[in-house]
């Protein structure tokens, strides 16, 4: 199966990629949107992320990789809901920011923009691509 690619926001004063730097491998957890578990359980190990920075920043700052799938949230004693562990693998040379992908006509059917509320979203290999060559800009 192909890999695929995906954005995962986080409010970086709760735990930003700095953390995750820190940690050396995270787990993704507390997801309570169904589309958003539905895209966690999707994932498989080697599928890559762009790790956004939501609230403050509001950027894309850092891609990670999915090292272990198909979990059930920690968080959720009823086992319900979806979670993965990630990897960082490297930071942007320059991030890539929201007001960027939003003025970007290239972008504007990302799931990210299309479904706003959404934290944890896919995206397509063209948008990936597209997205780290805006990083090395």
Sequence with gaps: MAKRYWLMKSEPDAYGWADLV????????????????????AMEVG?????????????????AVISVSGLADPSDAEGKWAAVKV??????????????IKADPRLA??????????????????EWDYILALSER
Excluded: C
Aim: no cysteine.
């Design 87 to 100: 990897k960082p693998v490297r930071k942007l040379r320059r991030p890539v920011t929201l007001a960027q």
């Design 47 to 63: 599928d890559e992320a762009f790790f956004y920075h939501s609230n403050i920043g509001k950027e894309i700052v850092g891609i």
């Design 109 to 126: 059917e990302m799931e990210m923009i299309r479904l706003s509320r959404l934290s944890v979203a896919e995206v397509t290999a063209e």
């Design 22 to 41: 820190k940690e050396g491998e995270g787990t993704w957890d507390g997801v309570r949107n169904h589309r958003a578990a539905n895209n966690l359980r």
